[in-house]
């Protein structure tokens, strides 16, 4: 799967099929399930995911976090953490438009 070029503020990321994300009581962390293993996600990576319902936007899922994490400027770091996600095939990409 190649990744998008760039994803837009309006694109909506959305979890892959065969992938699911649940918290895990064993490892005190929130993971990502799918048929062949799992991924234990660090927190920023945790916080993110769960907010790829396939209906927030990208730029919803970045204001949301925003308001999480005042002091940072962290649009670029969940651009680029989605992209990577989508290159892995964690999140499918519902272009705007």
């Known amino acids: ?16 099929r065969h ?8 490892q005190q962390a929130y993971v990502l399930l799918y048929p062949e293993g799992m991924v ?4 920023t990576a945790a916080a993110v995911l769960t907010r790829c319902s396939g ?7 970045v204001a949301d976090l925003q308001q999480q994490f005042p002091d940072d400027d962290i649009a ?11 290159a892995n095939g964690w999140v ?6």
């Open 19 to 26: 992938f699911r994300l649940q918290w895990e009581e064993a």
């Open 76 to 86: 670029a770091d969940v651009r680029e953490f989605l992209e990577d996600a989508y």
């Open 55 to 61: 209906t927030a936007t990208l730029a919803q899922i």
């Open 92 to 97: 499918r990409i519902i272009r705007a438009g």
């Open 40 to 43: 234990e996600l660090s927190e």
């Open 1 to 16: 799967m190649s990744p998008p070029q760039s994803l837009h503020p309006d694109d909506v990321p959305a979890m892959a």
